[in-house]
C-alpha cells in the first residue's frame, strides 16, 4: 500500500492518519461516525478482525471472522457517502449514521444504504501483567489498576436500500470516477484497468 494512500472512508486525510490507527487499535474512536468510517475501511483494506471486534457483544454471536472475510474480499468497496439525518434522536449512550456504502461485485456496481445503530459500550481494561502467579496484595492492586472503559460499538441496522445500480462493461470508464469520495485515484482510467483489474 502506498504510504500516502488517501483513506478509504473518503475523508481529505491519508489512511494512516485516518482510519487506520483505530484499525490498528492505536487510538480508540470518540464518535459513532469515527466508527462507521474505521467499519468502512477495514472491509476495503481487509481487515475483518476490526470489523468483529467493533461489533456489540450482543451482535458478535450471529457474526464471525471468517464470513466478514468472505464478504469483504468479494467486492472492491469504491465510495462511502454519510447523510445527515433529520430529527436525530442520538443520545449519550446510543447514536444512529446514516451511510451509502458504493462497492463492485461480478462486474456489477452496488448500493447498500442503511441506518446503523451504534452503543457505547463498557468493559473492564486490566493493567495487571500477564501470566503473573497472583497473591492477595497482587489481586487488591489489580482490582485499583482495572479501569472501566466504554467504546463505541456497532449493534445493527436499518437497510433503507440494497440495490444494483450498474453492469460495468470492462471497456466503460471505471465508476470509481464518479464518486467525489472515491479512495481511488481517479485519473480517467476504464473499468477494467481500475477496480475492474
Known amino acids: 500500500m502506498n504510504a500516502i494512500q488517501p483513506c478509504f472512508c473518503g475523508s481529505n486525510y491519508d489512511f494512516s492518519s485516518c482510519c487506520q490507527p483505530y484499525i490498528n487499535k492505536e487510538v480508540q474512536v470518540q464518535t459513532a461516525e469515527q466508527l462507521m468510517r474505521s467499519r468502512f475501511s477495514a472491509y476495503a483494506f481487509g481487515d475483518a478482525q476490526y470489523i468483529y471486534d467493533t461489533y456489540a ?4 454471536a450471529a457474526q464471525s471472522v471468517k ?19 433529520t430529527n436525530r434522536i442520538n443520545k449519550a449512550t446510543e447514536q444512529f449514521v446514516e451511510f451509502s456504502a458504493f462497492y ?24 495487571t501483567e500477564k501470566n503473573k502467579v497472583s497473591t492477595n496484595n497482587d489481586i487488591n492492586k489489580a ?23 450498474a453492469n460495468i462493461k470492462r471497456n466503460e470508464l471505471c465508476p470509481c470516477n464518479e464518486y467525489p469520495t472515491t479512495w481511488q ?6 473499468f477494467k484497468h481500475c477496480c475492474g483489474k
Open 104 to 127: 463492485i461485485t461480478d462486474n456489477t456496481l452496488c448500493e447498500l444504504r442503511e441506518k446503523s445503530r451504534f452503543i457505547l459500550e463498557g468493559y473492564i481494561k486490566d493493567n
Open 185 to 190: 485515484i481517479k485519473k480517467g482510467k476504464k
Open 67 to 85: 464470513d466478514i472475510d468472505d464478504w469483504s474480499k468479494s467486492c472492491v468497496w469504491v465510495a462511502l457517502n454519510i447523510h445527515p439525518i
Open 143 to 165: 482490582s485499583t489498576l482495572s479501569t472501566p472503559l466504554k467504546q463505541w460499538r456497532y449493534v445493527d441496522g436499518d437497510i433503507i436500500t440494497h440495490s444494483e445500480l
Open 57 to 60: 457483544k450482543s451482535s458478535q
